[in-house]
């Protein structure tokens, strides 16, 4: 028995990269989620509007944020505003004060609502697009995302790594095919299968949980689309960094684990402190948790989300770029070989 756990030891030792994922996943684990993970909401985005917007801008206090004063706005600007995402608090003055609270933003209407019940009896609260605050309604858009993270991610990963094991990606490399051509072919039936699933998903989450769905089909196919491209692209990069499924696995797990406490899919990304929030914005899941959250409840047009749009086009340009040198480095070797000893 000794000698297999000197063995294992010799073994992990040897294995660099299981090593440093055994002592550095944990360290970055406790550092990253542990200044993430926040239910305190430290700022809310307040917009205050109507004929007397400038002294009651003068009498917020913490945690409102006034981002925006404009004493000729109405109630139907408030709503606009919260619709497009660029207040969670609308405060309209004049004859019939009321405060509204985006619903969507669920941590952020709750602790809006606690301070609320400060206000005179006079002011009234009104809730949009969530009025019940419901968990279900906020997280079932951004689950179908997680959804086709963890398919796009992993499974993607472990079948091009699987024809590497199998030696089938050999010989790929000495058929007229441009590394592009070779990874197109790969991710097409992954491609297809995630939309199979994005059905299902999206079918059942509004069936089952009650879930609204205000917006546009085809502006939430478009996020589906650059989101999918970017995920695939992600899984087919972990498959150029993996020498076998385990490694495979584990770097796929690296991915996930972030994107599921630093996109905003659980907690507010304004509630993470800037030296951890700028991680949130290199995760797609981040843009389409926008993307699925204001389709869905806010029906928020297209102009209002063109950055998370843009973003998901970026990092799915990117991601394919490096996957795509690093797949043609992969297949260099391959190629300079004779065809005989490759089909082997």
Same mark, same amino acid.
């Given at each position: ?33 542990? *200044?993430?993970?926040? %239910?305190?909401? &430290? ?48 405060? $309209? ?23 609320? /019940? ?17 968990? +279900? ?16 991610? $992993? ?33 097409? &039936? ?20 009650? $879930?609204?769905?205000?917006? +546009?089909?085809?502006? %939430? ?5 650059? %989101? ?58 981040? *843009? %389409?948790?926008?993307?699925?959250? /204001? ?13 998370? *749009? ?35």
């Amino acid at each position: 028995m000794l000698a297999m756990i000197l063995k294992e030891f010799r073994q992990v030792r040897r294995d660099k990269r299981t090593l440093a994922m055994m002592i550095m996943l944990p360290i970055m684990l406790l550092i990253v989620f542990g *200044y993430a993970a926040r %239910f305190d909401i &430290p700022e809310i985005r307040t917009a205050v509007l109507g004929p007397a917007a400038d002294q009651a801008a003068r009498a917020l206090q913490e945690p409102f944020d006034v981002v925006e004063i404009d004493p000729s706005a109405t109630a139907e600007t408030a709503e606009t505003l919260l619709r497009d995402g660029d207040a969670v608090v609308a405060i $309209v003055t004049g004859e019939d004060p009321t405060v509204y609270v985006d619903g969507t933003e669920l941590f952020t209407a709750q602790s809006a609502l606690r301070r609320a /019940g400060a206000l005179p009896d006079d002011v009234a609260v009104e809730i949009l697009f969530n009025p019940d605050l419901s968990t +279900s309604a906020v997280m079932v858009p951004a689950l179908i995302g997680l959804v086709l993270l963890a398919m796009g991610t $992993v499974v993607t990963s472990l079948g091009v790594v699987r024809e590497r094991q199998d030696g089938t990606l050999e010989q790929l490399a000495v058929m007229p095919l441009r590394p592009r051509d070779v990874i197109a072919g790969k991710i097409a &039936p992954y491609f297809l299968v995630g939309l199979v699933d994005l059905a299902v998903i999206t079918i059942v989450g509004l069936w089952l949980f009650d $879930v609204p769905f205000r917006g +546009s089909v085809l502006a %939430f196919a478009a996020g589906v689309f650059l %989101f999918l491209f970017a995920v695939l692209g992600i899984g087919v990069l972990i498959s150029t960094l993996s020498r076998t499924q385990g490694e495979a696995i584990q770097l796929a797990i690296m991915t996930l684990l972030p994107q599921v406490l630093l996109s905003g899919m659980i907690f507010p990304l304004y509630s993470m402190p800037p030296g951890i929030r700028w991680i949130a914005y290199l995760l797609p899941l981040t *843009y %389409f948790t926008m993307i699925a959250r /204001g389709i869905f409840l806010k029906a928020t047009p297209l102009d209002a989300l063109a950055f998370p *749009y843009l973003a998901l086009v970026v990092l799915a340009v990117v991601v394919f770029g490096i996957a795509v040198l690093r797949f043609r480095r992969d297949l260099a070797p391959a190629r300079s070989r004779p065809v005989e000893e490759v089909s082997m």
